[in-house]
């Protein structure tokens, strides 16, 4: 199901307060956090692995991931210099967009993967920023090193706004949203074939 405008803005994953609710994070108690650093750790390690089919699994059916891009202008408002919902993105899936370039990735014919990248994801700053309901907001600070065939590297370096729903299956979240926002205004690597 691919969420409207509408849907995205008032999903809660563009809220501009950077710090809205973080200062209650102790309250909401260290287990939490610890089950969620855990969780995204569990799909970082997913990714490093390759293990594309079962990443899916970690995200709803109405699922939306994006990675809008970034403007370079004046003024220190860091919110003004990311693109909002139908500005411009790098790309912007629903659930049926990630799998397709699942299946994509894993066919063996997708040429930018083929030998596959070797990646390594740090993850830090995991800040829960608000709970609503069975859904949590979390913002993550990350580094993604990329090194394909004998000499290429990258680097990605951000962060992500994720939008966690608690789940009884196999994981004890589900992501319902990720918003990603590179530091980098202009994108080195010649493309994104990995998933953030």
């Known amino acids: 199901m691919k969420l409207t405008k509408s849907d995205r803005e008032n999903s809660g994953m ?105 990646t390594r994801r740090v993850l830090g700053n995991v800040r829960i920023v608000n709970i609503s309901g069975d859904s949590i907001k979390v913002r993550t600070n990350f580094i993604i090193y990329r090194s394909r065939l004998e000499r290429k590297e990258d680097w990605y370096v951000g962060e992500r706004y994720d ?6 299956g196999k994981y004890p979240f589900k992501i319902s949203g990720r918003k990603i926002v590179l530091d980098q205004a202009t994108l080195l690597a010649p493309n994104i074939s990995i998933f953030l």
């Open 14 to 118: 563009y809220e501009k307060s950077a710090t809205s609710n973080a200062s209650r994070g102790a309250a909401w108690g260290a287990e939490l956090q610890f089950l969620v650093e855990q969780f995204l750790y569990s799909e970082a390690e997913l990714l490093d692995s390759h293990e594309y089919t079962e990443w899916l699994k970690l995200f709803t059916e109405d699922a939306y991931y994006w990675m809008p891009v970034r403007k370079t202008l004046r003024g220190r408002d860091i919110d003004d210099q990311v693109a909002g919902p139908g500005e411009g993105a790098f790309f912007e899936d629903d659930i049926s967009m990630l799998r397709g370039r699942v299946r994509r990735i894993t066919s063996g014919l997708q040429w930018s993967e083929e030998p596959p990248s070797r």
């Open 163 to 168: 939008l966690l729903r608690q789940s009884k």
